[in-house]
């Protein structure tokens, strides 16, 4: 069934506030049509229809169809880490489940191959997406450096390099074993990996 048609000015006004409920009906309607038919045969015209505007208020709103479904695949951008501070092995195992959370998410699992191959072909885009992951990233700085402090991590930890690890396991879990994101089991393993690494150490 055709949504109803929201009014759209379709001359733009300089200044003019954009319309919460058009912003709104759009976000809904990408996300609809990624699970329905997947990123490739999402078309911001197709878009546009479901959400019963125009072409013309899409792209006021968003440059591309990439920045769009970055948006509606990822509504909420997570700025701080749930977990209460003075626990390392809770932080990081709170980072690993919110992170399969995400990726496994439906709206997610059908954005993402389209989005990455747009992303690693536009560095401007890619750039644009990653900024709105600022806020995350510094808590996580937060949450190492006060680890170090403690003596819970060694000095010298990549904050960055620890996100990237987390997502690029997630990633490829989901795609190519996702039955195994099911359950905690996943996330214990890949965190007991990233708290006491692989090697054997003698006792001293």
Known sequence: MKAERLSV??????????DPRIDAAILRAAADLLVEIGYANLTMA???????????????RWSSKAELVHEAAFPVTPTAIQTPPGDI??????MIASSRDVFTSPVVSAALPGLIADMSEDSELSGRVMARFTDLFAAVRNRLHDAV???????????DKLVD????????????????????????DIAAILLRGVVVHPES
């Open 46 to 60: 197709s878009v546009a229809e479901r959400a019963g505007t125009t072409k013309t208020a899409l792209y006021r």
């Open 149 to 159: 402090s403690r003596g819970q991590v060694r000095p010298g930890v990549d904050p």
């Open 9 to 18: 000015d379709k001359s733009p006004s300089a200044g003019r506030p954009r």
């Open 165 to 188: 690890l987390i997502g690029g396991a997630t990633l490829l879990a989901l795609l190519q074993k996702p039955e195994e994101l099911v359950g905690p089991a996943w996330v214990d």
């Open 89 to 94: 092995e809770a932080d990081l195992r709170a």
